[in-house]
T-cell receptor, first 114, second 114 residues
Framework: GQNIDQPTEMTATEGAIVQINCTYQTSGFNGLFWYQQHAGEAPTFLSYNVLDGLEEKGRFSSFLSRSKGYSYLLLKELQMKDSASYLCAVRDGDRGSTLGRLYFGRGTQLTVWP | EADIYQTPRYLVIGTGKKITLECSQTMGHDKMYWYQQDPGMELHLIHYSYGVNSTEKGDLSSESTVSRIRTEHFPLTLESARPSHTSQYLC?????????????FGPGTRLLVL
């Protein structure tokens, strides 16, 4: 089966750095995604990793280690508006395949305090 | 910006009623998905489609049906609503470019079955 684990909750203060971890065990791997979801809203895409290493996008970075089944999302210079749930999702299937579905974790609820 | 729409946004209905949740996207995406999400929980895939006349079952498909007659339209039908169907339903679409595929989500339909 598919298993994606991430912490349920995290808290941090404005201006700080926070790292949200995600571990996964899936039958296939064709990419890992991070989504942000504010309360009552739909998820929005943050980042995508398919190769090992760090991908940086402004204040957000995402890291992947396929051999360890591990990823993290790094948020820098935290702002109040970053308070949201952060979803880790893994796409199964063969690398480069156009098929494959996403399996989502339960999300990590991040609260940023002033 | 993603152009994906869902109607209705909110629905309260009695047990046993047949309901259809609408989802449309104007981006020409081939792939479309339906997810169910309860508060604080992961997204569960209900159905997905890789193109016109293509539909596949997800993890929670047994009590609903979908159709994909047109690229832009992917309605979800519950033949007989039950209180256990109370949840948020999210539609998503995606297209693969340069090996990267990102799912874009609609605003969701919040369903309450009495």
């Amino acid at each position: 089966g598919q298993n994606i684990d991430q912490p349920t909750e995290m808290t941090a203060t404005e201006g700080a750095i926070v790292q949200i971890n995600c571990t996964y065990q899936t039958s296939g791997f064709n990419g890992l995604f991070w989504y942000q979801q504010h309360a009552g809203e739909a998820p929005t895409f943050l980042s995508y990793n398919v190769l090992d290493g760090l991908e940086e996008k402004g204040r957000f970075s995402s890291f992947l280690s396929r051999s360890k089944g591990y990823s993290y999302l790094l948020l820098k210079e935290l702002q109040m508006k970053d308070s949201a749930s952060y979803l880790c999702a893994v796409r199964d299937g063969d690398r480069g395949s156009t098929l494959g579905r996403l399996y989502f974790g339960r999300g990590t609820q991040l609260t940023v305090w002033p | 910006e993603a152009d994906i729409y869902q109607t209705p946004r909110y629905l309260v209905i009695g047990t046993g009623k047949k309901i259809t949740l609408e989802c449309s996207q104007t981006m020409g995406h081939d792939k479309m998905y339906w997810y169910q999400q309860d508060p604080g929980m992961e997204l569960h895939l209900i159905h997905y489609s890789y193109g016109v006349n293509s539909t596949e079952k997800g993890d929670l498909s047994s009590e609903s049906t979908v159709s994909r007659i047109r690229t832009e339209h992917f309605p979800l039908t519950l033949e007989s609503a039950r209180p256990s169907h109370t949840s948020q339903y999210l539609c998503a679409s995606s297209i693969q470019t340069s090996g990267e595929e990102t799912q874009y989500f609609g605003p969701g339909t919040r369903l309450l079955v009495l």
